[in-house]
């Protein structure tokens, strides 16, 4: 330093593709801090390449099971820390947003789900979470303004004509969709109805109506590629559910689109769908059980998603 000939570069004079490099690396956590070191370094820090996807797969709510609606009961810790979360991730990405994951026991609210909605106005790729505390009216304007999706993930939905209604009408790319509950002649006649474009189905660990699956089959005419595995389908006989295998009725049906399929007595994630009697409770099992999936642009793995519970515990003391 002595040396009068030494150049001495400032922060603000870094190549901004090495930031982005470096920058991608970190957490949200990290992130925040990071983003007030100086002018150049806040830039870099909203860059799209590094906000392509938020990933809070790894955070969920603390909750109790109650007896009245929603059922749900989370306490205000997990509502102001998945707040603060938000608006940090909304603040640095400036709308950039493509894809969004979030874990399947995040109990978000209408007013976290219309915080992010107006603030992502580009988003492609949805994996939802619960939909507990979030009311018909919450989840159905939240759609109206992704225009731009392609594909979304859904956890279990009690009715769900409305909401499939509202993707045909307004999210006129959608090609990928994932259900993760019961599939019924409702649900299948809904997607047949409003969803003519879409090419790939998952219905992975799912409780099968079997009328309702060849109704599927049969006339969802776009339909590529088609995930049942693992799946517990069902038969009405009389009074009677009865579990029934895929037949050749079923794979007959089937033969023009891919369908992956698995029913094996010798398979775990079988056996839990007969022990759970058709709805996967998903909290009994690996952290990362639910995140899986056959089809490839669904499957989001076991290392997906960087910010974890630990970390995120710092956003409430900011």
Not at 80 to 108: C, D, E, P, Q, T
Request: with cysteine; aromatic share 8%.
């Amino acid at each position: 330093m002595g040396d009068a000939k030494t150049v001495c570069k400032k922060w603000d004079d870094m190549d901004i593709d090495v930031l982005v490099k470096i920058f991608k690396l970190l957490n949200m956590v990290e992130m925040g801090p990071v983003s007030q070191v100086c002018r150049l370094w806040r830039s870099t820090c909203s860059d799209p390449l590094i906000w392509k996807t938020i990933d809070l797969s790894r955070l969920k709510s603390n909750f109790i099971q109650i007896r009245v609606s929603p059922f749900i009961w989370v306490d205000d810790r997990s509502d102001k820390r998945l707040f603060r979360i938000l608006k940090l991730a909304m603040a640095l990405s400036r709308g950039n947003v493509s894809s969004m994951i979030f874990h399947y026991y995040l109990y978000m609210k209408d007013e976290h789900l219309s915080y992010i909605t107006q603030r992502s106005p580009y988003l492609k790729r949805l994996v939802m979470p619960a939909w507990d505390c979030i009311s018909k009216n919450g989840i159905c304007q939240a759609i109206r303004h992704w225009p731009h999706l392609e594909s979304l993930t859904m956890p279990t939905i009690g009715h769900p004509p409305y909401i499939i209604q509202e993707i045909g009408r307004h999210c006129k790319k959608l090609s990928e969709l994932k259900i993760m509950g019961t599939f019924d002649r409702l649900f299948a006649s809904s997607i047949i109805s409003y969803l003519p474009k879409l090419k790939t189905l998952s219905l992975r660990c799912s409780c099968l109506k079997r009328d309702a699956l060849l109704m599927l089959l049969n006339f969802a005419e776009t339909l590529e590629v088609l995930n049942i595995s693992h799946c517990l389908i069902l038969e009405t006989v009389g009074r009677k559910q009865v579990i029934r295998e895929i037949d050749a009725s079923i794979l007959e049906a089937g033969s023009r689109m891919k369908v992956l399929t698995c029913q094996n007595n010798g398979c775990v994630t079988c056996q839990r769908m007969v022990s759970d009697e058709g709805l996967m409770r998903w909290y009994r099992y690996e952290e990362e059980f639910w995140r899986y999936d056959e089809v490839a642009s669904l499957d989001l793995g076991e290392d997906s998603g960087k910010l974890f519970d630990a970390e995120c515990e710092k956003l409430t003391s900011c």
